[in-house]
């Protein structure tokens, strides 16, 4: 496996099926024990190496985004749960992960926007968009209740 295509698959997560979004996003879960700080560095590390992976990848294949390239989901899942406390729960984890797949998959408003641009920055976009949209429904809750165990 090439250093793209293994950045890109993270590691070959990407190539499990079904569903291998659901398992990019599922993949970087545990994460979150590092706290908001580090899950927002490793996002923008995700997000630098997988345009620089699917930008190689696209230079060889011009295809669409192919559905086996899952750094995408784990950059924006990352982002959705870098909104979650410092000592995160088990709920917490679930409503971000299920909201992030949520509006990766059904791709509403500005999230279809991103995922109709092109190359490597728009096959990244779309859940960059979507994982800061959740990230900001999740502080928004916080806000509004800061009771809610999240």
Not at 61 to 83: F, H, K, T
Not at 122 to 131: K, S
């Amino acid at each position: 496996m090439t250093t793209p295509r293994f950045v890109a698959t993270m590691g070959g997560i990407g190539l499990m099926r079904p569903a291998p979004g659901t398992w990019g996003s599922a993949l970087v879960l545990p994460l979150v024990l590092l706290g908001p700080i580090p899950c927002l560095l490793i996002a923008a590390a995700l997000t630098l190496a997988g345009t620089w992976a699917v930008g190689r990848l696209l230079a060889t294949d011009r295809g669409a985004d192919p559905g086996w390239v899952v750094v995408d989901e784990g950059a924006g899942q990352l982002l959705a749960l870098a909104a979650l406390s410092t000592e995160p729960t088990g709920w917490g984890v679930i409503l971000a992960f299920l909201l992030f797949r949520l509006f990766d998959v059904y791709k509403p408003g500005p999230v279809g926007w991103a995922d109709r641009q092109h190359g490597a920055f728009g096959v990244m976009l779309d859940d960059i968009v979507a994982g800061a949209i959740v990230a900001g429904l999740i502080l928004l809750l916080r806000l509004t209740w800061p009771e809610l165990p999240l």
